[in-house]
């Protein structure tokens, strides 16, 4: 029971990671940023989702009993699979799966997160 608690909320801390990007961006729209403060805004937003992401896996690992080269091959692993659960990453895989590259490749996944944002 215990341990699916915290795996639970881990997957929320990945997934709050994971569109971490896009929760920043519109917040510093929200609060009507432009220039140099959303660019500051949004690094230290990210940074602190990050940190979150990060936090979480440590928990995963704690309640894991890791330690040492286990424990941070596991943070490690933990931390670039919330990455990869991005809108960014998912629109890549799917321009794979569709065999595009070049323009159209970037035109796509360009496209895709901008929906996934909107």
């Avoid at 690992?61 to 286990?70: E, F, M, N």
């Amino acid at each position: 029971m215990k341990r699916s608690i915290l795996v639970a909320l881990s997957i929320v801390a990945m997934t709050n990671f994971a569109m971490g990007a896009e929760s920043c961006d519109a917040q510093a729209a929200q609060k009507k940023l432009a220039g140099a403060a959303k660019a500051s805004f949004t690094k230290k937003c990210e940074s602190d989702a990050k940190a979150a992401a990060a936090s979480s896996c440590d928990v995963q690992a704690s309640s894991k009993k890791l330690a040492g080269a286990a424990k941070t091959s596991f943070v490690k692993k933990c931390e670039a699979d919330a990455k990869a659960a991005s809108p960014a990453a998912t629109c890549d895989a799917q321009a794979s799966d569709k065999k595009l590259a070049g323009a159209a490749r970037n035109s796509y996944v360009k496209k895709c997160v901008a929906d996934a944002k909107g």
